[in-house]
């Protein structure tokens, strides 16, 4: 399998060369060739197999040569050994027809854990075998940054630098990357939104000299790796659910576009999805744009669900590339407006295939918070923000069809007590390894929203 820019301008890549490279020299995200497909046989065939043999047999057509079948196998026998639930994603009904599943079993108690931590085992391999070292840089909005510090601390072959908006995530993932001891990890503070750590982001990759002399690397979604490990809970919970004889639909609380994209590589295999629902918050530009065909930003709104406080949905230049016919020079073209113009216009066209594969609903804060208090009030359970967001969707969109559907729990309650508490008086405790959480020193160091500033602060501080 190559890997292709969406820009259409950079190298085609092996899998190894594009999980190293991140962002494409053209800007551009990496994208496989082509889809590889699964037969119904085979996607039947994984009905009852542990979760590690499923991500085996749904990643592996993607690896090519990158690593060796004991290799692969290891990686994700010890990425998913330390999950505290042995299905790692448990599905769980909460109505008939509807379900959640459950994606905060990892150790920092968010989805993102499922594709980091076998991140870092892909990445220590490679690394090691190759002798390199590598800076990681990374943009998070709360919980991408704890995850890939959980991931990759105490790792001798890279160092990990996690951008996140100052003041503006929860207490919880902010100590999560704060606390950790270890000497390659460090927490930067940005003054300005997740919009503006991301950008910065990019613009490290966009300076080349910068770019090279530290080794950049990425475990944002850019990263194609990560989006493609998220692909394997689409199948597991699917296939739990009667797939390929039976189709599922999900609802996805959606920031990134890395989440739905990786549900959106599962239909593209072959597994039956009837719809995929974007379940935004108040930053609803994904909303807008399925119901208006134009994709425009308005800027961040602070939100009880601040993981999601995104307008710039990184991933949604990889949809566009299938929308436009893969065709990157037109992906280039809306890249271009969006940063000259804050907004384009998608051709009719590529909204009608938009609108054919996806839904889409936002919920008010109010609504979110309803629907944490429903959620308890009706089975007891308590839900985070951004997974409420979801199953608002899901009863908005999804209403009583007969096809089921599966809301992404994308957190644990308990990394937003506030919010959660607010809404249904219950405080979720956190789980004993995060017991002490509280009381542990904190290291961080708050700047400007400048590339000069943060490049050189990485530079001096790298190993
Ligand atoms: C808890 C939570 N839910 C949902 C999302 C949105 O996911 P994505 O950015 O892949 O759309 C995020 C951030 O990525 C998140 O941290
Ligand atoms: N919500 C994310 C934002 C970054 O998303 P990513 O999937 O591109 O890493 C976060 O929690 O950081």
Redesign the pocket.
Known sequence: MRYISTRGQAPVLSFEEAMLTGLARDGGLYMPESWPHMSAGEIADLAGAPYEEVAYRVMRPFIGEAFTDTEFRGAIARAYAGFRSTARVPLVQYEAGKFLLELHHGPTL???DVAMQLIGQLFDLALTRAGKRVTIVGAT????GSAAIEAFRGLSSVDVFILYPHGRVSEVQRRQMTTPVESNVHAIAVEGDFDDCQARVKDMFNDFAFRDTVGLAAVN?INWARVLAQTVYFFTSAVALGAPHRAVSFAV????????FAGYAAKRMGLPVERLIVATNLNDILHRTLETGEYRMEGVHPSISP??D?QI?SNFERLLFDLYDREGAAVALAMDELRARGGFTLPQGALNRLRAEFDSARASEEETSATIAAMFASNGQVI?P?TAVGVHAADEVHGTRRIPVVTLA??HAAKFPDAVEAACGQRPALPPHMADLYERPERVQVVANDLETIETLIKDTRT
């Open positions: 968010a989805f993102k909005s709360g919980d991408t979604s609380p959606t920031g990134n576009f890395g989440d739905i993981s999601m995104i949905s985070c951004h994308t957190a």
